[in-house]
């Protein structure tokens, strides 16, 4: 079992970055694939990008690939996501979550999710 805590959101300007980081407890963190979520105001949570257990592969959605990098270190237990050239859009709550599966895509893929941190872009 893990738990997850994000942390690094804030108030940010369009085209501005920010570094959010997931930092799970338990000795089995490297066991996990993560994945980030984010949920807007009246929407549906959604898939961002996921990485898994050794690092070596990642997988993003269109709308923050060449915007967003994943990363992982396992010594420190901590997933990172560099978000760079913020937009409006990408105001939401960002959620990160372990996923002992195969399947990264679909929040009932993951079984274990932090609480959220808030990421504000401000135009």
């Known amino acids: 079992q893990v738990q997850l805590v994000e942390s690094g959101g804030g108030l940010v300007q369009v085209g501005g970055s920010l570094r959010l980081s997931c930092t799970g407890s338990?000795?089995?963190?490297?066991?996990?694939?993560v994945g980030w979520f984010r949920q807007a105001p009246g929407k549906d949570r959604e898939f961002i990008t996921a990485i898994s257990t050794s690092g070596r592969s990642t997988y993003y959605k269109y709308f923050v690939k060449g915007r967003f990098t994943i990363t992982r270190d396992n010594s420190k237990n901590t997933v990172y996501l560099q978000m760079n050239s913020l937009k409006p859009e990408d105001t939401a709550v960002y959620y990160c979550?372990?996923?002992?599966?195969?399947?990264?895509?679909?929040?009932?893929?993951?079984?274990?999710w932090g609480q959220g941190t808030q990421v504000t872009v401000s135009s």
């Open positions: 338990g000795r089995t963190f490297e066991d996990y694939a």
């Open positions: 979550a372990g996923n002992s599966g195969s399947s990264w895509q679909l929040p009932d893929d993951y079984g274990y």
